[in-house]
T-cell receptor
Framework: KQEVTQIPAALSVPEGENLVLNCSFT??????LQWFRQDPGKGLTSLLL?????REQTSGRLNASLDKSSGRSTLYIAASQPGDSATYLCAVNVGGTSYGKLTFGQGTILTVHP | NAGVTQTPKFQVLKTGQSMTLQCAQDMNHNSMYWYRQDPGMGLRLIYY???????DKGEVPNGYNVSRLNKREFSLRLESAAPSQTSVYFC??????????????FGDGTRLSIL
């Protein structure tokens, strides 16, 4: 059974810092990996999706990398801002007959203080 | 563009009552999903519908039923609500283009309390 772990569970940083969120998964046979952001009381917003054939994806100040062989992904946030405060979730898609079924980590709660 | 719309946003039920959570998407997506989110457990898949006319069980299907009414709508039914079903329920949808999955789009959730 695929298991997804996110470290750290919570992170508090001053504004302007660069930071890294970690995600690990136990079964490397994934189809893709997705990073989401969740604001309190809201749904999930997709940030980046990395296909299994890709090594990284970038969007603005966000960069996500994927190392399938080691079962790891990182989300790098550059020059953090208070508006980045949210819970960040990673999810893996095993594809195939489980097409589109996501297995989620428990998330990292990020607080960026001014 | 509304994306994924869930109704109701909040609901309180008594044990044993039944209700249906509604979900509709306007993005012409083929696949739709129901997840529940609980503290310490993350999001877990309840049921999914890979395409119109098909539904399959996810990780935690017991106590739930689903209906894929048409391509747009995917409902989740609790036949006899139990306190263990107190949770936040999210509906999501996506489409596959060529060989690749596209990102899943989520609704804002239904916060359900069972007394």
């Amino acid at each position: 059974k695929q298991e997804v772990t996110q470290i750290p569970a919570a992170l508090s940083v001053p504004e302007g810092e660069n930071l890294v969120l970690n995600c690990s998964f136990t079964d490397s046979a994934i189809y893709n990996l997705q990073w989401f952001r969740q604001d309190p009381g809201k749904g999930l917003t997709s940030l980046l999706l990395i296909q299994s054939s890709q090594r990284e994806q970038t969007s603005g100040r966000l960069n996500a990398s994927l190392d399938k062989s080691s079962g790891r992904s990182t989300l790098y946030i550059a020059a953090s801002q208070p508006g980045d405060s949210a819970t960040y979730l990673c999810a893996v898609n095993v594809g195939g007959t489980s097409y589109g079924k996501l297995t989620f980590g428990q998330g990292t709660i990020l607080t960026v203080h001014p | 563009n509304a994306g994924v719309t869930q109704t109701p946003k909040f609901q309180v039920l008594k044990t044993g009552q039944s209700m249906t959570l509604q979900c509709a998407q306007d993005m012409n997506h083929n696949s739709m999903y129901w997840y529940r989110q609980d503290p310490g457990m993350g999001l877990r898949l309840i049921y999914y519908s890979a395409s119109e006319g098909t539904t399959d069980k996810g990780e935690v299907p017991n106590g739930y039923n689903v209906s894929r009414l048409n391509k747009r709508e995917f409902s989740l039914r609790l036949e006899s609500a139990a306190p263990s079903q107190t949770s936040v329920y999210f509906c999501a949808s996506t489409v596959r283009r060529g060989l690749h999955n596209q990102p899943q789009h989520f609704g804002d959730g239904t916060r359900l309390s069972i007394l």
